[in-house]
């Protein structure tokens, strides 16, 4: 009986906290033309701008996030290719009501596993989290900390070291993406996710566990009330 009592209050829980995260969930625009062979997909309020075409395509993303939900935005070829090399920035707004002491970056390829073979140009999409766009040098700032450094792909970078103010923008420049078809030389489709999620200053997640501390003493006392009519 005891088990089934808390299955049935964090089930209850987190009905009641569903719709709640589904609202704050960005609804998705429809497929939108970027450059040659290409089209992106992202949730309403976010554009791509200062779109450059080839060879390596160059493009700003710009939005406000109104609070600390990801946003995903989605690459895919209308045209089959070999590869794919992009220069992004970002031109974002911290309307999130905190302070941003992070920001993580992830990307996510629809036709191959992230794989860790050391090939400096996997065909899985990726980040070069250091690299020079003519001269012109992949910037954070203010954030200085890499989770990686180097030429060298990840799927998943994060940047810390520093601080976006509630209101303030942030504006990265530089940031190198790069993708491969399946068969490497051969040419075929791409597709991949671009997933940003700013993060809290710490105080921010002890805010967040005060916040639940009265839904968990709810639950105890329901828990001890069924014990004690059972």
Same mark, same amino acid.
């Given at each position: ?14 009905a ?7 609202? /704050?969930? $960005?609804?998705? &625009?429809? #497929?939108? +033309?970027? *450059? ?8 309403? !309020? ?20 109104n ?52 090939? /400096?140009? $996997?065909?899985? &999409?990726? #980040?070069h +989290?250091? *690299? ?8 954070? !700032? ?31 420049t ?57």
């Amino acid at each position: 009986m005891k088990p089934k009592c808390c299955i049935l209050g964090l089930t209850q829980t987190f009905a009641f906290l569903l719709p709640l995260v589904l609202a /704050v969930q $960005p609804a998705r &625009a429809g #497929f939108q +033309p970027l *450059a040659t062979g290409w089209e992106y997909q992202a949730p309403a !309020g976010f554009t791509l701008n200062n779109v450059v075409d080839a060879p390596s395509i160059v493009f700003d993303v710009a939005g406000t996030f109104n609070n600390m939900s990801p946003v995903t935005i989605t690459f895919r070829t209308t045209a089959d290719k070999a590869q794919q090399f992009f220069w992004m920035g970002l031109a974002v707004v911290n309307g999130t009501g905190t302070d941003w002491t992070g920001f993580n970056l992830k990307l996510v390829d629809k036709y191959d596993p992230v794989d860790n073979s050391g090939d /400096v140009h $996997p065909v899985w &999409a990726h #980040f070069h +989290p250091q *690299a020079s766009n003519g001269g012109n040098n992949t910037d954070y !700032g203010p954030f200085n900390t890499l989770s990686a450094t180097g030429f060298d792909p990840v799927a998943n970078l994060t940047v810390s070291g520093g601080t976006v103010a509630n209101g303030d923008a942030w504006f990265p420049t530089n940031i190198r993406l790069h993708d491969k078809a399946t068969q490497y030389s051969a040419a075929g489709p791409m597709e991949f996710d671009l997933t940003l999620t700013p993060i809290p200053e710490p105080s921010t997640y002890l805010a967040g566990a005060l916040l639940m501390l009265p839904v968990g003493l709810q639950g105890l006392r329901s828990l001890r009330n069924r014990k004690q009519t059972v």
